[in-house]
């Protein structure tokens, strides 16, 4: 494929939407190139689970048996809310947003080498191309992932080329209920139970931000009160927790919850709460076989090895929750989710050298 053939090819997908839980144009997008070019993919059922419009699709190169393939590449289709049409612009070696909107670079650019790789290199391998990550990774929890895949590789990332996620922390999200009892505020004001006295005291007490070295605790949401007049008896606080061990995860989580207990308890109301664990945390050693195995690919394509360790998630914390080894890679999918989203040819050409080399073999 030539440097103009993949421009036209990553344009075309930019030019499609598909934000998440609406990926049907863009899945229809992928299974029709793929039937072009004589590859097999097969899209999954898995929108019947996730509440989205298509599934997830696996995709195979010319040749391969899927029955043998170890090795799977992953990026999702989802991107976030592009606006109500693109508007690509050319700076350069650079693609990029001709507007105050994101242009979708994440994913369409691992999706684009995806299928370049597809067309161009057979090899033991599969390719996934994922729905709904952007919202909390629902596609890949639905993917049926191959028998006999040993190590994941997923193309997501907007470092330079060369970097990998080696470890990331997990998250839990949380919704406090604050139940007191209402009163008016000029004529009774002693005999209401203020839920935002509770939620204030609470939040106040608790070490937002990041307290320790690798946790943090955020308070995103707060719905409470009618009017002025009135002491207001429900609230709803909505926030997170994250940390790189699931041990220190459920301290901080307790931690959080004790806090809002004590206050709801100390002004005469009572609490309740929910939880969602939206992706665990993932560590890999320098010298396991999937950080040597892409050390050794970073290093034959000309460049230098990064990894580090990402206080986000991606569908890899998903496949690594299921024993499968996963790592992240960086493609270099600059500035994601902003107006300044882009990405420079020049190190796509970069992240291509490392797919390519992590295709050859297993």
């Known amino acids: 494929m030539t440097d103009s053939a993949f421009c036209k090819l990553l344009t075309d997908l930019l030019n499609v939407n598909g934000h998440s839980k609406d990926e049907r144009r863009i899945a229809d997008f992928i299974l029709k190139y793929c039937k072009t070019n004589g590859i097999e993919a097969r899209e999954d059922k898995s929108a019947s689970k996730t509440g989205g419009n298509a599934g997830n699709i696996l995709a195979w190169p010319k040749g391969v048996n899927p029955d043998k393939v170890k090795t799977m590449f992953a990026s999702h289709m989802d991107t976030v809310d592009v606006g109500p049409s693109r508007k690509l612009k050319f700076s350069g070696s650079r693609i990029e947003s001709a507007s105050e909107w994101p242009i979708g670079i994440d994913n369409r650019l691992g999706n684009a080498l995806m299928l370049r790789l597809l067309t161009e290199k057979p090899g033991n391998y599969v390719c996934a191309f994922t729905t709904q990550e952007e919202i909390g990774m629902f596609g890949a929890e639905e993917l049926a992932v191959p028998k006999n ?19 990331t922390v997990g998250c839990v999200t949380f919704k406090v209920t604050l139940t007191g009892q209402s009163s008016h505020a000029g004529i009774a004001p002693n005999e209401g139970k203020s839920v935002i006295a509770m ?40 926030g997170e927790v994250r940390a790189g061990s699931l041990k220190k995860t459920e301290q901080v989580v307790k931690k959080v919850m004790d806090t809002f207990k004590k206050w709801a308890k100390k002004y005469g109301g009572s609490m309740s709460w929910q939880r969602e664990d939206m992706f665990k945390p993932y560590l890999h050693k320098a010298t ?75």
Do not use: C
């Open 149 to 167: 895949i040993k190590q994941i590789f997923n193309l997501d990332g907007s470092q330079e080329p060369g970097h990998f996620v080696l470890s």
């Open 288 to 362: 396991s076989p999937i950080a040597q195995r892409s050390i050794k690919a970073i290093k034959s394509s000309g460049l230098v090895p990064r990894y580090n360790h990402y206080r986000g998630g991606s569908d890899a914390n998903v496949f690594n929750n299921r024993g499968i080894d996963s790592v992240n890679l960086s493609i270099a999918a600059r500035n994601p989710h902003s107006p300044k989203e882009h990405a420079d040819f020049k190190e796509i050409a970069k992240a291509w050298k490392i797919v390519e080399a992590l295709s050859i073999g297993d």
């Open 199 to 238: 939620a204030s005291k609470a939040i106040a007490e608790l070490p937002l931000g990041m307290p320790g070295n690798d946790e943090s605790i955020n308070i995103g949401v707060i719905n409470a009160g009618t009017r002025s007049n009135v002491i207001p008896s429900k609230a709803e606080i909505i």
